[in-house]
Nanobody, 122 residues
Framework: QVQLVESGGGMVQAGDSLRLSCAAS????????MGWFRQAPGKEREVVAV??????YYADSVKGRSTISVDYAKNTVFLQMNNLKPEDTALYYC?????????????????WGQGTQVTVSS
């Protein structure tokens, strides 16, 4: 099973940007589906962005402010987040599914990283 390790989180101010990274221990193939999820204290884990092939999906809460991308040569998935807001504060997780297609539920992804914390102050 592919191991995923996230990095790039931190404490920032509203309006700042962060780029989260997710390094995979094995090859990320173009036929895989990669996702970023987040979980705030007391809330359920929710989808942020999903990438499959040349297609992407963004939650309404981050649409226009975030970009998911995959570097297949480096087996790394990125989430660029701009104009961060306090409501973006959460633990961000990378997830992988070894088939192709849009998936939005955490239960649809068998492989997960340990998470990276993003804290946005107003």
């Amino acid at each position: 099973q592919v191991q995923l390790v996230e990095s790039g989180g931190g404490m920032v101010q509203a309006g700042d940007s962060l780029r989260l990274s997710c390094a995979a221990s094995g090859r990320i193939l173009s036929g895989y589906t990669m996702g970023w999820f987040r979980q705030a204290p007391g809330k359920e884990r929710e989808v942020v962005a999903v990438s499959w092939g040349a297609s992407t999906y963004y939650a309404d809460s981050v649409k226009g402010r975030s970009t998911i991308s995959v570097d297949y040569a480096k087996n790394t998935v990125f989430l660029q987040m701009n104009n961060l807001k306090p409501e973006d504060t959460a633990l961000y997780y990378c997830a992988l599914r070894t088939d192709y297609g849009l998936r939005l539920r955490p239960a649809d992804f068998p492989s997960w990283g340990q998470g990276t914390q993003v804290t946005v102050s107003s």
